[in-house]
């Protein structure tokens, strides 16, 4: 090696590794790098030690030989150096053969120095080295700046020349591609189908030098979501390529879309809406304030909003005064006001509104406008005065409801219910309620229509006011059911009196528009507080009571309540739940009274009689509980089950051998009316098979007056195969037309005319009329109540053979019944 005093000294802060397997070469390279003002990081002697000493001391260079011996090969190791390490290499080698110089380039060293060599040419080539690799650096860094702005700006690069097919992509690409990386290039044809038609037509306008294009396109990948890009792209001639870039705007444009929403909303909303600064004066309105108030923008803004739009405050307008007003609001404070106000329109009228005060915050927490939005509420307010009104009366006539009769009962009484008995109430907090309900509405009703029916009803509140104080009440409970609360009754003689009052003006015929005036009667059940009850239910109770006491007594008349009353209605009560209560078979049962053939002492039926033994009360009359379960509706599921009884009962009597010529079951007018009452027949005959010729129902005369198609039920009935019979014939108003238009086929001679058959004159004519009149008509004939030898005998001569009474048998259990002989002798003497 030559001397090297000659060169400049390169700066000492270049430091340099030395990767030499022969050790004095090494420190002789060493020492004349020193000498050139170099510092030596470190000396290496095999391919993976230098390696690693660079990546740990991070050399300005590294002077590399490349035949390392049995530490490797040093083309390797500057591979790794130069392109992972980005440090330069200069191989000193010995060796200059074409395998050696490939292997050697394919690295890209810095440079390539063939042993020996002079010191001076060393220096040089590290010279040449470092410049080249600071030239790179700062290459480097500019094109870090570059990415780096790219990527603060979120802006991507596109690339592409006009006669090629590949366009390349860089910088901020991953709002185009997000399920997966795609590269940086992507054919044209594949970036020109994500974008839509338009954009495609100004990118073709690039092609042409010195083309531009600046556009907003929505990009499509496939099966990937679309996004928003705004493209900026020149064509330069120079570079003969086509650059632009390109950044997601899909938050602005949806932020753009929610703007003009909400200008949408601003302008259309229902309600007023009004943007207000800090300190409440009017910034801008929307059409719907002007429509509401009549006040224009022009002629308001920069105005006080308190100063011109409100009348007056309803709730917290200290809430609503301190928005605005130091401290200002902030996200923490939540001042946010919300009420009811009453707003002056520019006319000077007022109107109730709700209105709701919001504050509108800058990125800083701190207020810059205010939102204030109210709506008209004086429809809703007219709506509530009328819910309030139709909560307390009744839609129809105006009067008082069951609500307002709480209300004017408790006030009566005095607050709260008393515990106290009767008669010990305040003194001074007596009065009279009257319970009144119209007799024979609901035939009027059924006849002339529900129309003539509620216009009768108003006509009656009208004249029940009229004759009323200021200070009583009149309720429609509903229906035709109305309660008249009296104030200081101190004598039920005064409340009588007004009862008869009302009594007589509710029968002054009602005149009805294009109609005859229609008459109509009440009946007023009267009770005094505290005399006659001391709480509110107690008192309509004994009133309700007496009511029915009055249509007991023939209806338009009016009752007052007593404590006899009181026993009758807790003994009905008594009935009615005991008979809901009262389980068939078991409470309930059937007895089985005999029917006989006088003439021959033969048995040849019975009738089923329903008996009921309360398991409190004991035994009661059929006379008692019969009308009740008539009239709460549950005769219908009980002539169901003694009709299915009866049946039964036939198949057993049947097969015991003994001739059967009919079992009777009695049959209400509900059951009758009740749809389908043929095919429950049929169902209860086929179900058990027994003939329907051993069938027979008795039908009262009343019954067939009061249901509607009653020849026709009656004839499907007769097809069926069953008997009809008219029970207690006699008794009733019936007509005799009953005998002719219906299909029937026995009278039963009622147990009143057979009694006194024998002392009686016109009992015995009675008899022997109906005798008479059943041979005339082919009708059979039965006789009820047969308890002497007398009447037996009285009977037979009349020519009546069947009969029932005791004469023969009381009523039987079933098992009782079966266990009676065929034949069946007369108990001597007469029963009771």
Request: some cysteine.
């Amino acid at each position: 090696m030559t001397d090297a005093l000659a060169l400049p000294l390169a700066p000492r802060l270049a430091r340099i590794q030395i990767v030499e397997d022969e050790r004095i070469v090494a420190l002789d390279l060493k020492q004349d790098l020193e000498s050139l003002g170099y510092e030596v990081s470190g000396m290496a002697a095999s391919e993976s030690r230098a390696v690693e000493l660079a990546r740990g001391d991070r050399p300005d260079l590294v002077l590399m030989d490349i035949n390392l011996g049995h530490g490797g090969d040093g083309t390797r190791a500057a591979h790794t150096v130069i392109s992972q390490l980005r440090i330069p290499v200069i191989y000193l080698t010995a060796y200059a053969e074409p395998a050696t110089l490939e292997r050697a380039g394919l690295t890209a060293p810095y440079g390539y120095l063939l042993k020996p060599f002079e010191l001076r040419e060393l220096n040089a080539t590290i010279r040449m080295a470092l410049a080249r690799r600071a030239a790179e650096q700062q290459a480097e860094r500019a094109e870090q700046r570059y990415r780096l702005a790219l990527d603060a700006a979120q802006l991507g690069v596109v690339e592409f020349r006009p006669d090629s097919d590949d366009i390349e992509l860089h910088g901020h690409i991953k709002p185009l591609f997000t399920s997966e990386p795609r590269g940086f290039a992507i054919s044209r044809q594949e970036y020109l189908s994500c974008i839509d038609e338009r954009a495609r037509q100004q990118m073709s306008g690039l092609l042409a030098p010195g083309g531009s294009v600046h556009c907003v396109t929505r990009w499509r990948p496939e099966e990937e979501p679309a996004v928003w890009l705004e493209i900026k792209a020149c064509h330069f001639p120079e570079e003969g390529k086509i650059i632009g870039v390109f950044r997601d705007i899909s938050l602005q444009r949806e932020s753009e879309a929610q703007l003009r929403r909400a200008a949408v909303v601003f302008e259309s909303a229902a309600d007023a809406i009004l943007i207000l600064d800090e300190q409440l004066r009017v910034q801008a309105v929307n059409p719907s304030f002007s429509q509401m108030t009549g006040w224009l923008l022009h002629e308001i803004v920069g105005r006080d909003v308190c100063s011109f739009l409100h009348a007056q405050r309803v709730g917290d307008a200290a809430g609503f005064q301190a928005l605005g007003k130091p401290p200002s609001p902030t996200r923490d404070s939540g001042t946010i006001w919300h009420g009811e106000t009453i707003c002056r329109h520019r006319d000077g009228r007022v109107f109730p509104a709700w209105q709701h005060l919001a504050p509108v915050l800058d990125p800083q927490g701190q207020l810059s406008h205010q939102v204030l939005t109210f709506t008209d509420i004086s429809a809703l307010r007219r709506a509530e005065t009328q819910i309030q009104h139709l909560a307390y009366h009744d839609a129809l006539t105006g009067l008082g409801n069951r609500h307002h009769l709480e209300i004017c009962l408790r006030h009566f009484i005095g607050g709260d219910e008393r515990q106290d008995s009767p008669g010990e109430g305040r003194e001074g907090a007596r009065f009279a309620l009257l319970f009144l309900d119209l007799d024979g509405f609901k035939t009027i009703n059924d006849t002339l229509g529900h129309s003539v029916g509620d216009e009768l009803l108003i006509q009656i509140a009208r004249r029940l006011e009229l004759c009323l104080r200021r200070s009583d009440v009149s309720v429609r409970l509903g229906g035709d059911e109305f309660i008249i609360l009296l104030s200081e009754i101190n004598r039920i003689d005064d409340a009588t009196a007004l009862a008869e009052k009302l009594l007589g003006e509710i029968r002054l015929p009602v005149a009805l528009e294009g109609r005859e005036p229609v008459s109509v009667s009440a009946s007023i059940g009267i009770a005094q507080f505290p005399e006659h009850a001391n709480t509110a239910d107690a008192l309509i109770q004994a009133a309700d009571t007496a009511m029915y006491e009055a249509k007991a007594g023939g209806r338009n008349r009016c009752e007052v309540f007593s404590a006899t009353l009181s026993d009758k209605a807790v003994a009905r009560m008594q009935i009615e739940q005991g008979l809901r209560r009262a389980r068939l078979g078991q409470e309930l049962v059937l007895h089985w009274q005999p029917i006989v053939d006088m003439a021959r002492h033969r048995v040849i039926g019975a009738e089923a009689l329903m008996r009921w033994n309360h398991p409190e009360l004991g035994p009661i009359s059929p006379e008692r509980f019969i009308p009740v379960a008539e009239e709460i509706g549950l005769i219908e599921d009980f002539g169901r089950w003694a009709l299915d009884q009866a049946c039964r009962l036939g198949v057993r009597w049947l097969a015991s051998g003994r001739p059967l010529d009919r079992l009777a079951v009695n049959i209400s007018a509900r059951q009758l009316q009740r749809p389908g009452f043929v095919d429950v027949v049929a169902q209860a005959l086929a179900r058990h098979g027994l003939p329907a010729a051993c069938l027979e129902l008795e039908i009262t005369e009343s019954t067939l007056q009061s249901i509607d198609r009653g020849r026709l039920i009656l004839g499907e009935l007769q097809r069926l195969g069953v008997k009809l019979a008219i029970d207690d014939f006699g008794t009733g108003f019936s007509s005799l037309s009953l005998l002719k238009y219906f299909p029937l086929d026995r009278l039963k001679i009622d147990k009143s005319f057979v009694r006194d058959i024998e002392r009686a004159g016109n009992d015995l004519a009675i008899v022997r009329a109906i005798v008479a009149l059943a041979d005339t008509l082919g009708l059979a004939i039965t006789a009820e109540g047969v308890e002497t030898e007398h009447q037996r005998q009285a009977l037979l001569n009349l020519g009546v053979s069947d009969a029932q009474g005791w004469l023969y048998s009381a009523a039987l259990p079933e098992a009782g019944l079966l266990a009676l002989r065929s034949t069946l002798k007369p108990t001597s003497g007469d029963c009771d």
